[in-house]
């Protein structure tokens, strides 16, 4: 059985930062590609970044280069998502997700975790 948890979501202001993290149970972690998505409400599930097995490769969505950090450590199992200057456009319920490839495309992760939301306050 594999999980991922999220954790780390919370409310902040405009300007704030957030770290979130994602504990993964249940496989090989080190050998997956980990990506972060994000659903704001009436919205569709968002690709936002991904980092490859070795945490050597990483890619960001433009809206979120230069703001936003993903990382790994894959002795702890688990993956992490910096957040900095967060705007109100941030606000949305942030998933991490594994699979076997990194990818922009979220039908090809196979593991995804319940999500934390992120409330970003003006």
């Known amino acids: 059985q594999v999980q991922l948890v999220e954790s780390g979501g919370g409310l902040v202001q405009a300007g704030g930062s957030l770290r979130l993290s994602c504990v993964v149970s249940?496989?090989?972690?080190?050998?997956?590609?980990m990506a972060w998505f994000r659903q704001a409400p009436g919205k569709e599930r968002e690709f936002l970044a991904h980092i490859g097995w070795s945490g050597a490769t990483t890619y960001y969505i433009d809206s979120v280069k230069g703001r936003f950090t993903l990382s790994r450590d894959n002795a702890k199992n688990t993956g992490y998502l910096q957040m900095n200057d967060l705007k109100p456009e941030d606000t949305a319920v942030y998933y991490c997700a594994l699979g076997t490839i990194a990818t922009m495309t979220r039908e090809l992760y196979n593991y995804w975790g319940q999500g934390t939301q992120v409330t970003v306050s003006s």
């Open positions: 249940g496989r090989t972690f080190s050998s997956y590609a």
